[in-house]
């Protein structure tokens, strides 16, 4: 075991058991699965992307590119996650990714013995021709031996929520500079959220003995910790990631509610996507340790220094039997010094530099570790590591270590100031990128805007939280700063062992070496965008954390250039991997959107309908009866019923807008392409209105209720579009028009009442006085009067169907008392419910356009209406309409069509040919739209649009469905088959 | 994005519906050329790189439209009025 006795912030009484490959090892509360697995001597822990070289865990937070496992099992298995943040549950399973049969033998490691062949360029050079065999060999093949983990299964059994929330300052990191600010804002009386990805806050102040206010650095997080929890305007929200910069201070932030537990409690989501709204932010990632490029940098044992403390400090874990730190700056001196004084053996220092402060010297002899200056580390052995080659001062040597603690200075965690375009820039005396033009609102303290002294941290997310509280109105005096070590540290740029010896990795999780970046500058892609793109350098799941600096530092010293002028790449949202499923919530299977309801459904349901969705809706699609084989047979009974006698039919879904005003006559002659003006009190009419350019945008009817007062039907699926559009006309092209209108839709129900017995259903529920007579109410009137005894309703006189029909409007509380007194008043006549499938036969029958012409691709012309066009007055899309192309005869235009052969099933879709014609583009005739089953004439029939089609009736044509394989003739006739003179729906 | 509604005050743009360019005005169907006139309002837009002035409708909200000077590279908003009365208001409130 590598636990060292005592120290670290686990709780030692809490153990907690767990699994990595199926071995059952211990931990405690407070581990990382990364901490527990190097507590129990676990070193290998994966294989690599592309060669399948054994790596180990190389880091302690969200920057790590090896340590990539499934975790959970079954449903809820999740790859590609990240040991070193993953926080350990009793219960946890866990399993390396990227092994066959083994983690320890795995048989695809010989690509490592290609890697000669597997460099930069690879699939770009070796895959492009020929290209069919890629989908049939390569992809197969390399989707084998790549492996990323694999996703589960099944279905996912949690879920995920969505919120939004506002506050004053958002401070994203909880550090030291974090807490400085959220504390100095939150005292000032701001409202301040606080979020930290980690679930214990304190940053680096856990991972450092460091002294703050002449206490532990992890207890003076704790007290702050504790403060900030009593104010009541500050939130501080664990595991909780921003991970993106939008617009106007929105922030994107994924919370892993229950992602530490087996499985999320009752009623718990397991993760919840956060949309938080700031005035003020203050951005206080910390920064991310680079590593050197150097021979064998990849093997298990090598470790980023910062983590090597880390382990030590926050869980009590001594990496390795013995360690070797190899570094650029002073910083991972004081590492090493407080590793050996944790316990984990820290033999020797070896540093590029000539010089460093005589103190550090000093320490390192006092604690009997050896120190190597002007050094570099040229090599490492061992499966795990066992040794590793040092070049010192022109000497060479070899050390027996099991952990190679490596720093090469730190890269402040600049991502998010990047988010609205900002670039980072370099800063030589750092030797770091720090923050550019930053996002509105967001200002950057500590160590992630190049602060990297604790004190310089602590004053400065003081400073700057104070600073965002007072921009929004909370001044007070300012806080006093807490004392702690304030030396900077000296640290210098250095990249790559010129002596390396083997493969020296640049980006482990996709096996970029230090060759592979000067092959890409050999072949001339040598930008950093380029680099990035040829060497897939920093396009793995760890984003190229430690990696992307590095690369491009290598390429400018390739290419002469400064570091400054080669650039970084950009950085995007999201900062770290946000799931598939927070990003859903609740958007998932039939809660994908909210489904609307009618009026009548739960009358609908009672009478046994069977329900479809369209668009929003749920409507009912037909009512079988017991015995009754299929839908056909169903609908077709529907049918017949409403010509026999009367049916009736839920059409609340319909768009219903109110118009009023002494203008509203002249408006409607403006949208609609036929006249309205005229139109009389108690009169309805249909009207076709048009986009301006020129094609049919929807029908419908507008009854007059009373001189100033109107009200418009639209189809269900334009509703929201045609209101839309009459704002538009009405606030932006003709303001100067005394028209107000208003939906109301939702308001009323509507039920149309179809077939010969329909008035004697109707003047049985209409109250005394209201006359339904063929005179009191003739076809397309329209007039209010009570139902039910006393409820208000309009009662308008339109057939869809052919038929006598009416449709009755109620507020939409009476829906369902309204079909259920249609239905006792109709008992006597045979009254039979039917849904869109025989309403949609109904009118096919009667030859209506519906949806499927109305394609927003057909004009006037093409439905076979343009003679409802008004010559005498301007609307909108008239202009556009009269268009040589749209008003060309030879346009396929609207007609019906029944099969020779009566027996033949037609099928929209069809596309028209003249017989004997070869089926080519080019002698296209025209589609069919629209098909049913007539139970009135007993075969198929059909509607849809042919070139010069009314001319054309009794003619013969070819319809032909090559992708169900029909092919057979079909008469062209009128489309009214049923009743073409009307004589049914004026009686 | 933001946009301030002059009858509601900011709002979250999901709340919009957008149509684009503000500035065409709906030719006049009696003129002589009305077909090319109406064919460029219908069809031509240019696509600036900066300030744009832009139809926003509130479809969640209070169903006005509403002119927005928004830069499409930052998607600040300069401003926003009402299409029916031109009440100027507020830029972004950012
Ligand atoms: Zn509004």
Same mark, same amino acid.
């Not at chain 1, 270590?401 to 890269?411: D, I, N, P, Q, Y």
């Not at chain 1, 099969?899 to 879709?909: E, I, K, T, Y």
């Given at each position: 075991m590598s636990r060292l006795p005592v120290g670290g912030l686990i709780d030692r009484a809490r153990p907690l058991a767990f699994t990595f490959d199926g071995t059952l090892y211990r931990g405690h509360e407070g581990d990382t699965l990364a901490s527990a697995l190097l507590a129990n001597d676990v070193r290998l822990v994966g294989r690599s992307f592309k060669y399948h070289r054994p790596r180990g865990i190389f880091s302690a937070g969200v920057e790590e590119p090896n340590a990539l496992v499934e975790l959970r099992s079954g449903a809820r298995r999740e790859p590609n996650s990240r040991a070193t943040v993953a926080e350990l549950y009793d219960g946890l399973e866990a399993a390396s990714q990227n092994r066959w049969p083994s983690l320890d033998h795995d048989l695809l490691s010989i690509n490592g013995l290609l890697s000669p062949f597997l460099g930069a360029g690879f699939y770009y050079k070796t895959f492009m021709w020929p290209a069919a065999l890629w989908e049939k060999f390569y992809e197969p093949v390399i989707r084998r031996a790549a492996g990323l983990g694999r996703a589960a299964d099944e279905a996912d059994p949690d879920h995920y929520e969505k919120l939004t929330t506002f506050c004053d300052v958002l401070i994203i990191g909880a550090g030291p500079a974090g807490l400085m600010a959220a504390l100095a804002a939150g005292r000032a009386g701001a409202r301040v959220i606080l979020a930290d990805e980690d679930f214990l806050p304190g940053g680096r102040l856990n991972a450092e003995a460091l002294e703050v206010d002449g206490m532990a650095g992890a207890a003076f997080a704790a007290r702050l910790r504790a403060e900030l929890d009593s104010l009541p305007n500050v939130r501080v929200m664990t595991r909780t990631t921003v991970f993106g910069v939008y617009d106007a201070g929105t922030y994107g932030a994924l919370e892993r509610v229950a992602d530490h537990l087996p499985t999320p409690g009752p009623f718990q989501p397991r993760q919840r996507l956060w949309r938080i709204v700031a005035t003020r932010a203050v951005l206080a990632a910390g920064a991310t340790e680079r590593p050197i490029v150097f021979g064998g940098n990849d093997r298990p044992g090598v470790m980023l220094a910062g983590a090597v403390r880390a382990y030590a400090n926050r869980f009590g874990v001594a990496t390795g039997t013995s360690t070797v730190v190899f570094a650029t700056n002073d910083d991972a001196w004081r590492g090493a010094f407080e590793a050996q004084r944790a316990g984990a053996r820290v033999t020797t220092i070896v540093d590029v530099r000539r010089e460093v402060a005589p103190a550090l010297t000093r320490e390192a002899g006092a604690l009997g570790i050896r120190t190597l200056l002007d050094g570099r580390i040229t090599g490492t052995k061992g499966k795990l590591l066992t040794h590793v080659d040092v070049i010192a001062n022109g000497r060479r040597e070899r050390f027996a270590t099991e952990t190679l603690a490596v720093s090469g200075g730190w890269s402040p965690s600049v991502h998010l100031t990047c988010h609205h375009g900002g670039k980072p820039v370099w800063n030589e005396a750092l030797a770091a990128f720090v923050p550019g033009t930053c996002p509105p609102g967001l200002e950057v303290a500590g160590a992630a805007a190049g602060t990297f002294s604790l004190g310089g941290a602590l004053r400065e997310g003081r400073t700057l939280g104070a600073k965002a509280a007072a921009d929004v109105g909370h001044t007070s005096p300012m806080i006093e700063a807490p004392k702690a070590q304030d030396t900077p540290g000296a640290a210098t740029a250095f990249w790559h062992v010129a002596e390396s010896v083997g493969p020296a990795f640049v980006d482990l999780q996709n096996d970029v070496t230090a060759k592979d970046v000067s092959i890409a500058h050999r072949e001339g892609f040598r930008s950093v965008e380029h680099l990035k793109r040829y060497t897939t350098l920093g396009m793995a799941t760890d984003q190229g954390r430690t990696s992307n600096v590095t690369g491009l530092a290598i390429m400018a010293s390739l290419t002469g250039q400064g570091i400054a002028e080669t650039g970084t790449t950009i950085f995007r949202p999201p900062y770290t991997p946000v799931s598939l499923g927070a990003l859903a919530g609740h958007h998932r299977g039939k809660d994908f959107r909210p489904v609307r309801l009618t009026p009548t459904h739960e009358w609908a349901r009672a009478q046994g309908a069977v329900f479809i969705e369209t668009g929003a809706w749920l409507r009912a699609q037909y009512f079988p009866r017991p015995g009754e084989k299929d839908w056909l047979e169903s609908v077709s009974r529907e049918v017949t019923a409403v010509r026999a006698a009367v049916g009736l039919i839920d059409v609340s879904t319909f768009g219903k807008i109110d118009l009023q005003g002494p203008d509203v006559g002249a408006f409607l002659d403006r949208v609609y392409i036929n006249g309205f003006a005229q139109l009389g009190v108690g009169k309805a009419r249909y009207g076709v209105m048009l986009r301006e350019d020129g094609m049919v945008m929807d029908d419908g009817t507008t009854a007059r209720l009373s001189p100033e007062h109107y009200v418009m039907t639209?189809?269900?699926?334009?509703?929201?579009?045609?209101?839309?559009?009459? @704002?538009?006309?009405?606030?932006?092209?003709?303001?100067?028009?005394?028209?107000?209108?208003?939906? &109301?839709?939702?308001?009323?129900?509507? +039920?149309?009442?179809?077939?010969?017995?329909?008035? =004697?259903?109707?003047?049985?529920? &209409?109250?005394? #006085?209201?006359?339904?007579?063929?005179?009191?109410?003739?076809?397309? $009137?329209? +007039?209010?009067?009570?139902?039910? $005894?006393?409820?208000?309703?309009?009662?308008? %006189?339109?057939?869809?169907? /052919?038929?006598? $029909?009416? @449709?009755?409007?109620?507020?939409?509380?009476?829906?369902?008392?309204?079909?259920?007194?249609?239905?006792?008043?109709?008992?006597?006549?045979?009254?039979?419910?039917?849904? +869109?499938?025989?309403?949609?036969?109904?009118?096919?029958? !009667?030859?209506?356009?519906?949806?499927?012409?109305?394609? $927003?691709?057909?004009?006037?012309?093409?439905?076979?209406? /343009? *003679?409802?066009?008004?010559?005498? !007055?301007?609307?909108?899309? *008239?202009?556009?309409?009269?268009?040589?192309?749209?008003?060309?005869? =030879?346009?396929?235009?609207?007609?019906?069509?029944?099969? &020779?052969?009566?027996?033949?099933?037609? *099928?929209? #879709?069809?596309?028209?040919?003249?017989?004997?014609?070869?089926?080519? &583009?080019?002698?296209?005739?025209?589609?069919?739209?629209?098909?049913?089953?007539?139970?009135?004439?007993?075969?198929? +029939?059909?509607?849809?649009?042919? !070139?010069?089609?009314?001319? %054309?009736? /009794?003619?013969?044509? %070819?319809?032909?469905?090559?992708? %169900?394989?029909?092919?057979? @003739?079909? @008469?062209?006739?009128?489309? /009214?088959?049923? =009743?073409?003179?009307?004589?049914?729906? *004026?009686? | 994005m933001r946009i301030p509604c002059p009858y509601c005050g900011a709002r979250d743009a999901h709340e919009f519906a957008y149509l684009g360019d503000a500035t065409l005005t709906r030719p006049d169907p009696a003129a002589p050329d009305a077909e090319g006139r109406f064919f460029d309002y219908v069809y031509q837009r240019t696509n600036p790189a900066g300030a744009h002035e832009e139809w926003w409708y509130h479809a969640q909200g209070c169903r006005q439209w509403v002119k927005v000077a928004r830069d499409t590279r930052t998607h600040a908003i300069g401003g926003a009025t009402l299409a029916r009365d031109g009440a100027a208001t507020s830029g972004d409130p950012a």
């Amino acid at each position: 075991m590598s636990r060292l006795p005592v120290g670290g912030l686990i709780d030692r009484a809490r153990p907690l058991a767990f699994t990595f490959d199926g071995t059952l090892y211990r931990g405690h509360e407070g581990d990382t699965l990364a901490s527990a697995l190097l507590a129990n001597d676990v070193r290998l822990v994966g294989r690599s992307f592309k060669y399948h070289r054994p790596r180990g865990i190389f880091s302690a937070g969200v920057e790590e590119p090896n340590a990539l496992v499934e975790l959970r099992s079954g449903a809820r298995r999740e790859p590609n996650s990240r040991a070193t943040v993953a926080e350990l549950y009793d219960g946890l399973e866990a399993a390396s990714q990227n092994r066959w049969p083994s983690l320890d033998h795995d048989l695809l490691s010989i690509n490592g013995l290609l890697s000669p062949f597997l460099g930069a360029g690879f699939y770009y050079k070796t895959f492009m021709w020929p290209a069919a065999l890629w989908e049939k060999f390569y992809e197969p093949v390399i989707r084998r031996a790549a492996g990323l983990g694999r996703a589960a299964d099944e279905a996912d059994p949690d879920h995920y929520e969505k919120l939004t929330t506002f506050c004053d300052v958002l401070i994203i990191g909880a550090g030291p500079a974090g807490l400085m600010a959220a504390l100095a804002a939150g005292r000032a009386g701001a409202r301040v959220i606080l979020a930290d990805e980690d679930f214990l806050p304190g940053g680096r102040l856990n991972a450092e003995a460091l002294e703050v206010d002449g206490m532990a650095g992890a207890a003076f997080a704790a007290r702050l910790r504790a403060e900030l929890d009593s104010l009541p305007n500050v939130r501080v929200m664990t595991r909780t990631t921003v991970f993106g910069v939008y617009d106007a201070g929105t922030y994107g932030a994924l919370e892993r509610v229950a992602d530490h537990l087996p499985t999320p409690g009752p009623f718990q989501p397991r993760q919840r996507l956060w949309r938080i709204v700031a005035t003020r932010a203050v951005l206080a990632a910390g920064a991310t340790e680079r590593p050197i490029v150097f021979g064998g940098n990849d093997r298990p044992g090598v470790m980023l220094a910062g983590a090597v403390r880390a382990y030590a400090n926050r869980f009590g874990v001594a990496t390795g039997t013995s360690t070797v730190v190899f570094a650029t700056n002073d910083d991972a001196w004081r590492g090493a010094f407080e590793a050996q004084r944790a316990g984990a053996r820290v033999t020797t220092i070896v540093d590029v530099r000539r010089e460093v402060a005589p103190a550090l010297t000093r320490e390192a002899g006092a604690l009997g570790i050896r120190t190597l200056l002007d050094g570099r580390i040229t090599g490492t052995k061992g499966k795990l590591l066992t040794h590793v080659d040092v070049i010192a001062n022109g000497r060479r040597e070899r050390f027996a270590t099991e952990t190679l603690a490596v720093s090469g200075g730190w890269s402040p965690s600049v991502h998010l100031t990047c988010h609205h375009g900002g670039k980072p820039v370099w800063n030589e005396a750092l030797a770091a990128f720090v923050p550019g033009t930053c996002p509105p609102g967001l200002e950057v303290a500590g160590a992630a805007a190049g602060t990297f002294s604790l004190g310089g941290a602590l004053r400065e997310g003081r400073t700057l939280g104070a600073k965002a509280a007072a921009d929004v109105g909370h001044t007070s005096p300012m806080i006093e700063a807490p004392k702690a070590q304030d030396t900077p540290g000296a640290a210098t740029a250095f990249w790559h062992v010129a002596e390396s010896v083997g493969p020296a990795f640049v980006d482990l999780q996709n096996d970029v070496t230090a060759k592979d970046v000067s092959i890409a500058h050999r072949e001339g892609f040598r930008s950093v965008e380029h680099l990035k793109r040829y060497t897939t350098l920093g396009m793995a799941t760890d984003q190229g954390r430690t990696s992307n600096v590095t690369g491009l530092a290598i390429m400018a010293s390739l290419t002469g250039q400064g570091i400054a002028e080669t650039g970084t790449t950009i950085f995007r949202p999201p900062y770290t991997p946000v799931s598939l499923g927070a990003l859903a919530g609740h958007h998932r299977g039939k809660d994908f959107r909210p489904v609307r309801l009618t009026p009548t459904h739960e009358w609908a349901r009672a009478q046994g309908a069977v329900f479809i969705e369209t668009g929003a809706w749920l409507r009912a699609q037909y009512f079988p009866r017991p015995g009754e084989k299929d839908w056909l047979e169903s609908v077709s009974r529907e049918v017949t019923a409403v010509r026999a006698a009367v049916g009736l039919i839920d059409v609340s879904t319909f768009g219903k807008i109110d118009l009023q005003g002494p203008d509203v006559g002249a408006f409607l002659d403006r949208v609609y392409i036929n006249g309205f003006a005229q139109l009389g009190v108690g009169k309805a009419r249909y009207g076709v209105m048009l986009r301006e350019d020129g094609m049919v945008m929807d029908d419908g009817t507008t009854a007059r209720l009373s001189p100033e007062h109107y009200v418009m039907t639209t189809t269900t699926v334009n509703a929201a579009k045609v209101y839309q559009h009459l @704002e538009f006309c009405l606030q932006v092209l003709w303001p100067e028009l005394d028209v107000t209108i208003a939906s &109301v839709s939702d308001q009323w129900a509507q +039920i149309a009442l179809a077939g010969p017995r329909a008035r =004697d259903v109707l003047a049985r529920i &209409v109250d005394a #006085g209201v006359d339904v007579s063929n005179e009191g109410l003739p076809f397309m $009137g329209a +007039i209010e009067g009570a139902v039910m $005894g006393g409820v208000p309703a309009r009662l308008f %006189r339109l057939s869809f169907s /052919g038929e006598l $029909g009416y @449709e009755i409007a109620v507020p939409a509380r009476h829906g369902a008392a309204l079909a259920d007194a249609l239905m006792t008043a109709g008992a006597a006549f045979g009254i039979t419910p039917y849904g +869109i499938e025989a309403l949609g036969v109904l009118r096919i029958e !009667k030859g209506h356009v519906s949806g499927n012409e109305l394609t $927003g691709q057909t004009t006037a012309g093409d439905l076979g209406m /343009g *003679r409802m066009a008004s010559t005498k !007055k301007d609307y909108i899309g *008239r202009v556009m309409a009269a268009r040589p192309g749209l008003t060309d005869p =030879d346009r396929p235009s609207f007609i019906g069509f029944r099969p &020779v052969d009566p027996a033949q099933r037609l *099928r929209a #879709g069809a596309h028209f040919l003249t017989p004997g014609a070869v089926a080519s &583009v080019e002698n296209d005739e025209g589609y069919m739209s629209s098909v049913a089953y007539s139970p009135h004439l007993g075969h198929w +029939i059909g509607l849809g649009f042919l !070139k010069n089609g009314p001319s %054309r009736i /009794g003619e013969r044509v %070819r319809a032909y469905d090559p992708v %169900r394989g029909n092919d057979f @003739e079909v @008469e062209v006739c009128s489309p /009214g088959f049923i =009743d073409p003179e009307g004589e049914r729906l *004026r009686g | 994005m933001r946009i301030p509604c002059p009858y509601c005050g900011a709002r979250d743009a999901h709340e919009f519906a957008y149509l684009g360019d503000a500035t065409l005005t709906r030719p006049d169907p009696a003129a002589p050329d009305a077909e090319g006139r109406f064919f460029d309002y219908v069809y031509q837009r240019t696509n600036p790189a900066g300030a744009h002035e832009e139809w926003w409708y509130h479809a969640q909200g209070c169903r006005q439209w509403v002119k927005v000077a928004r830069d499409t590279r930052t998607h600040a908003i300069g401003g926003a009025t009402l299409a029916r009365d031109g009440a100027a208001t507020s830029g972004d409130p950012a």
